[in-house]
C-alpha cells in the first residue's frame, strides 16, 4: 500500500484558511484520496474525498494535481470546532485503508 | 451518509476476562468490515478485515487467536478480544464500506470503543 506523509502538527487563528498537504508518491492508478477528520475519542468522520483535479463541498476543498502525488485539504475560515487530526489514506479498489500519522490542527483564538 | 455503530461505547474488565465489542451498520449491508485500534496520541491502525461468511484477514502481528472476529450477517461483525491484559486496553474502532456507493471508496466509522483492562 502507498505510505502517506503529512505534516504532524499545525497551527491557525480563528477565521484563517487552511491548508494541509498530504504526500503520496507511489499512488496506485486505482486509489481515491480521503481526508478523515477525527476528534479525540471518537471515530474517523469523512471530509471529502477525490481522484484528481479539484472537489469542493459544504465543508472543504480538495486539491490534487495531474500527478496526483500530494494532494491538499482546504479548510476555508477555520473555527475552534476545527480543532482535530486530519488523516488522508488512500484506497481503492476495495482494498484496505491503511492511515499514515495525520496532522495534529489547533485552531488558536 | 450510511451510519455504522457500536456497543459498548466504553468497557471496563478485569485481566484475563474476554470482551465482545460489536460493529452493526445500521442503513446499508456491509459485505467488508474493518477493525482498528487506536493507542493514544497515535494514529489508527489496522488490525483485520472482516469478511461476511468467512474468516477474518488478519494483519501481521495480530494474534487471530486473542482477537476473534465474527462477521455472521451483513450488518454485523464482533470483535472479542480474549484473555484481556491491560496492554489490549486502547480505543477500538470498526468501519465498513457501502457497497452501494457507485464510483465511491468510502470507509464510515463507528464511534470506537474504550476497552480499559484492569
Known amino acids: 500500500l502507498a505510505k502517506t506523509t503529512q505534516p504532524v502538527s499545525m497551527d491557525s487563528y480563528e477565521g484563517q484558511e487552511v491548508n494541509i498537504t498530504c504526500s503520496h508518491n507511489n499512488i496506485a492508478t486505482n486509489d481515491y484520496i480521503t481526508w478523515y477528520q477525527q476528534f479525540p475519542s471518537q471515530g474517523p468522520r469523512f471530509i471529502i474525498q477525490?481522484?484528481?483535479t479539484k472537489v469542493t463541498n459544504e465543508v472543504a476543498s480538495l486539491f490534487i494535481p495531474a500527478d496526483r502525488k500530494s494532494s491538499t485539504l482546504s479548510l476555508p475560515r477555520v473555527s475552534l470546532s476545527d480543532t482535530a487530526v486530519y488523516y488522508c489514506p488512500l484506497s481503492g479498489g476495495y482494498q484496505k485503508v491503511t492511515f499514515g500519522t495525520g496532522t495534529k490542527l489547533q485552531v488558536i483564538p | 451518509g450510511a451510519v455504522v455503530s457500536q456497543h459498548p461505547s466504553r468497557v471496563i474488565c478485569k485481566s484475563g476476562t474476554s470482551v465482545k465489542i460489536e460493529c452493526r451498520s445500521l442503513d446499508f449491508q456491509a459485505t467488508t468490515m474493518f477493525w482498528y485500534r487506536q493507542f493514544p496520541k497515535q494514529s489508527l491502525m489496522l488490525m483485520a478485515t472482516s469478511n461476511e461468511g468467512s474468516k477474518a484477514t488478519y494483519e501481521q502481528g495480530v494474534e487471530k487467536d486473542k482477537f476473534l472476529i465474527n462477521h455472521a450477517s451483513l450488518t454485523l461483525s464482533t470483535l472479542t478480544v480474549t484473555s484481556a491484559h491491560p496492554e489490549d486496553s486502547s480505543f477500538y474502532i470498526c468501519s465498513a464500506r457501502d457497497p452501494g456507493l457507485a464510483g465511491a471508496d468510502e470507509q464510515f466509522f463507528g464511534p470506537g470503543t474504550r476497552l480499559t483492562v484492569l
Open positions: 477525490g481522484y484528481k
